[in-house]
C-alpha cells in the first residue's frame, strides 16, 4: 500500500562503481522528481519528470542519468561513483505541481 | 543559492508549550509548503498555502504568509513529544515542476 517506493534503503558501495536506485508510485500521478539531501540536511531538486519526459534538470552532473520507463517509475543511474555522493536521496511524485508525496529516502555511502 | 533560510535552526520545548518556526524565501512563489521530516524517514507533506492566502490552518498547525515579506510562519499549538521532528519550508519558486526547500528547523518536544 506504499505510495512512494525507493530501492534499495541502503546502499555502500566503492567510489568509481555504478549503481541504480529504483522509484516507483502508485498515486496515478503524471509527476516524478529526484531529490537529494546532503548531511546538513539541505535538501535540492536533481531532476522532475513530466508523463516520462525531462522537465528540469539541475545541473546535475552527467553522470546521473534519470530513466522513466512509464509514468510510474523514475529509476536513478549514476555511473563512477565519487565520494561527493554520498547522501540521502528522495523520490517524490505529484499529480501536475500539486503536493509532493516523497519516498521513505535511498541512503548511498560511496567508500 | 535559491536555497531559503528557517530560524530557528533549532528549536526545544515543553510538551504542551507552542512552537513558531519561520521561514524566508527568495523569489516570487505560487503557493509554500512546509513538510516534516522525523529522523531517518521521508518528508511528509503539512500544509499548503497559495500565494493569495495569508493564513490557514489545519489541525494544530497554522501557517501564516507575508509575500511583502517573502516570508512565512507555522504554528504548533499544545505540542507533543510524536511532533519532535526537523520541519522544512518549501516554495515553487514561482516555476512548476520543483520544490526549493529552507534549510529546515529542528523541533524537540520535551517530555
Known amino acids: 500500500d506504499t505510495a512512494v517506493s525507493q530501492t534499495p534503503k541502503y546502499l555502500v558501495t566503492q567510489m568509481g562503481n555504478d549503481k541504480s536506485i529504483k522509484c516507483e508510485q502508485n498515486?496515478?500521478?503524471?509527476?516524478m522528481y529526484w531529490y537529494k539531501q546532503d548531511s546538513k540536511k539541505f535538501l535540492k531538486i536533481m531532476f522532475s519528470y513530466n508523463n516520462k519526459e525531462l522537465i528540469i534538470n539541475e545541473t546535475v552532473p552527467n553522470r546521473f542519468s534519470p530513466k522513466s520507463p512509464d509514468k510510474a517509475h523514475l529509476n536513478l543511474h549514476i555511473n563512477s561513483l565519487e565520494l561527493g555522493d554520498s547522501a540521502v536521496y528522495f523520490c517524490?511524485?505529484?499529480?501536475?505541481?500539486?503536493?509532493?508525496?516523497f519516498g521513505p529516502g535511498t541512503r548511498l555511502l560511496v567508500l | 543559492s535559491q536555497q531559503g533560510e528557517e530560524d530557528p535552526q533549532a528549536l526545544s520545548i515543553q510538551e504542551g508549550e507552542n512552537a513558531t518556526m519561520n521561514c524566508s524565501y527568495k523569489?516570487?512563489?505560487?503557493?509554500l509548503q512546509w513538510y516534516r521530516q522525523n529522523s531517518g524517514r521521508g518528508l511528509v507533506h503539512l500544509i499548503l498555502i497559495r500565494s493569495n492566502e495569508r493564513e490557514k490552518h489545519s489541525g494544530r498547525l497554522r501557517v501564516t504568509l507575508d509575500t511583502s515579506k517573502k516570508s512565512s510562519s507555522l504554528l504548533i499549538t499544545a505540542s507533543r513529544a510524536a511532533d519532535t521532528a526537523s520541519y522544512f519550508c518549501?516554495?515553487?519558486?514561482?516555476?512548476?515542476?520543483?520544490?526549493?526547500f529552507g534549510s529546515g528547523t529542528r523541533l524537540l518536544v520535551r517530555p
Open positions: 518549501a516554495t515553487d519558486g514561482g516555476s512548476s515542476y520543483k520544490l526549493i
Open positions: 517524490a511524485s505529484s499529480h501536475r505541481t500539486g503536493t509532493q508525496y
Open positions: 498515486l496515478g500521478h503524471d509527476t
Open positions: 523569489t516570487s512563489i505560487n503557493n
